[in-house]
């Protein structure tokens, strides 16, 4: 069974960095798709970032593009997520979301791991003003 455990959220100021860690266990890294998602409350679910292994390219939303980037590593089963220059509007429960066996650019495979992905439980990332 594929779990899914993210981390590394906290409270930090505007301007601050963050890197989240999402575990996978029960998982081959084989051309994968993985991808972070975020909620604040009362907003709809946002896809914030994703990778796919099979073309090595990347993904991310407009708001976080040159500040957040993600990346993998296979040996340690875990994908991770620098936040850099956080804002306020960042502030979220953030998600990753796991899928193996894909293959695609990111873009194509965001649908794949909402409807077949694996999910974690979340970590709050809280930015202050």
């Known amino acids: 069974e594929v779990q899914l455990v993210e981390s590394g959220g906290g409270l930090v100021q505007a301007g601050g960095s963050l890197r989240l860690s999402c575990a996978v266990s029960g998982f081959t890294f084989d051309d994968y798709a993985i991808g972070w998602f975020r909620q604040a409350p009362g907003k709809e679910r946002e896809e914030v970032s994703s990778i796919s292994s099979s073309d090595g390219s990347t993904c991310y939303v407009d708001s976080v593009k040159g500040r957040f980037t993600i990346s993998s590593d296979n040996a340690e089963n875990t994908v991770y997520l620098q936040m850099n220059s956080l804002k306020p509007e960042d502030t979220a429960v953030y998600y990753c979301?796991?899928?193996?066996?894909?293959?695609?650019?990111?873009?194509?495979?965001?649908?794949?791991?909402?409807?077949?992905?694996?999910w974690g439980q979340g970590t709050q990332v809280t930015v202050s003003s």
């Open positions: 979301a796991a899928k193996n066996r894909v293959r695609g650019t990111c873009e194509h495979l965001i649908p794949f791991l909402i409807q077949f992905g694996s």
